[in-house]
């Protein structure tokens, strides 16, 4: 078996705690990360793991032999960092990170343009609101709303995070336009559960407005609060009340006349939005090329022609 192969696998082992873990993160089967275990046992000659059908623990020398391989699998990535830098053609594993309504509205419609650029680069894209540390989560790069403390990475500013406020023609026909925040007091408001320690929590039963008289919040109560865009998406599609949200996610039933825009006077609060990553990783083409193809497509106007 090839020895860096099962050095890799030794290592996930380790960290996960467990063959079956391991077997799952490696993509291969329980019985072949048995094999490479016993491989490099037969190898060394000495015993890694002491395994039970409980649990596993490092041997004396299982735990020394871990520490080496991490210092000889980084030798090897990061020879084989140096070699792509070399070349200058992107490829590899690419990492990507992102909130869920953007990613499915935004980003991946795009990444089908980037794919075809660089077909060497492999894309592992994942959508979620949480906020996931890059380093910890062995991300390349991620698109990021609100506020962030990462001062160890690098954020480039894209275009603001907006929404809109808008409801169904059948709703409004049912229940007539409402002109000021006020008049939504008197109407069904659907509202998004943000989850704790979200900045923008305090949205979900009071809206905040920008209109000629400056900044409004107004208390708004409805049928529904719901913690998915996509179901109150639908249910406001569907004539179920008014809603607030991302124009990624109602610009095109906007355009169709299947959703209408309420009081246009009003603006809702907007999101900053960034692409983070670490300055060191920034030499790699394949992330070097998404940062300027990123820049380019969702960058602001003045930061969009160049990509560092």
């Known amino acids: 078996m090839d020895l860096f192969q099962s050095m890799g696998v030794y290592v996930k082992v380790v960290e996960t705690g467990s063959m079956t873990a391991a077997a799952s993160e490696c993509e ?28 596993q623990r490092l041997t004396e020398f299982g735990s020394v032999y871990y520490q080496r391989c991490l210092e000889v699998l980084g030798l090897v990535a990061d020879s084989e960092r140096l070699a792509e830098q070399a070349l200058d053609e992107p ?5 990507i990170a992102a909130p869920l309504t953007f990613g499915v509205e935004r980003l991946t419609p795009a990444l089908s343009e980037y794919a075809l650029l660089y077909p060497q680069v492999k894309l592992d894209v994942v959508l979620t609101n949480r906020r996931p540390d890059l380093l910890e989560n062995g991300l390349d790069v991620a698109f990021r709303l609100g506020n962030f403390d990462q001062s160890n990475l690098i954020a480039r ?3 603001d995070y907006t929404l809109t406020v808008c409801a169904s023609p059948q709703y409004i026909a049912r229940r007539g336009m409402p002109h000021t925040p006020q008049d939504l007091q008197q109407h069904d408001c659907l509202s998004f559960a943000y989850p704790a320690g979200d900045d923008w929590q305090s949205v979900e039963k009071r809206w905040r407005l920008s209109g000629p008289e400056g900044e409004v919040l107004v208390d708004v109560s409805g049928p529904m609060l719901i913690n998915s865009s996509a179901g109150l998406h639908q249910a406001a599609r569907n004539g179920m009340g008014i809603m607030m949200l991302p124009d990624a996610l109602v610009e095109q039933d906007l355009r169709d006349g299947k959703l209408v825009k309420v009081m246009a006077d009003y603006q809702p609060p907007s999101r900053p ?14 992330l070097r090329r998404f940062v300027e193809f990123a820049m380019r497509t969702w960058g602001k106007p003045q930061d969009a022609m160049n990509g560092k």
Do not use: C, F, W
């Open 28 to 55: 291969m089967s329980t019985t072949m990360v048995g094999n490479h275990l016993r491989a490099l046992e037969q190898r060394l000659g000495v015993q890694l793991l002491q395994r039970t059908t409980r649990r």
């Open 91 to 95: 490829r590899g594993l690419l990492r």
């Open 157 to 159: 500013p894209l275009i």
């Open 273 to 286: 939005m960034h692409l983070l990553y670490a300055q060191d990783r920034y030499r790699l083409p394949k």
